[in-house]
């Protein structure tokens, strides 16, 4: 099970720290992945982290998100600084069973969290 929290409202420039909290299995068996979806579009992959701690981002969030992940606490985090209007969207973290790598395609994540609404206002 995992439990995506820490959106709300922001503005243009400002900061969030999401978090993603897993219980059930061994956190650290897993790669992990951060996914948004905006009204009208559709989801995609922003951002994530393998079982050894490499990470993978989307071009659009590059040097602005950074993923990071504490096994002890079976948490991983998805720190945004400035944060676009276009950012705006559901963040839901998700989880796959993967030995190496950090996969792309939501297809490959088998647990889903539910989502956490960031609002990003101009």
């Known amino acids: 099970q995992l439990q995506a929290s820490g959106g709300g409202l922001v503005q243009a420039g400002g900061s969030l720290r999401l978090s993603c909290v897993a219980s059930?299995?061994?956190?650290?068996?897993?790669?992990m992945g951060w996914f948004r979806q905006a009204p009208g579009k559709e989801r995609e992959f922003v951002g994530g982290?393998?079982?050894?701690?490499?990470?993978a981002h989307a071009n659009s969030v590059k040097g602005r998100f950074t993923i990071s992940r504490d096994n002890a606490k079976n948490t991983m985090y998805l720190q945004m600084n400035s944060l676009k209007p276009e950012d705006t969207a559901v963040y839901s973290c998700a989880a796959a069973d993967l030995r190496f790598g950090v996969p792309r395609r939501p297809e490959l994540y088998a647990y889903w969290g539910q989502g956490t609404l960031v609002t990003v206002s101009s």
């Open positions: 982290i393998s079982r050894s701690s490499t990470t």
């Open positions: 059930g299995r061994t956190f650290s068996d897993f790669a």
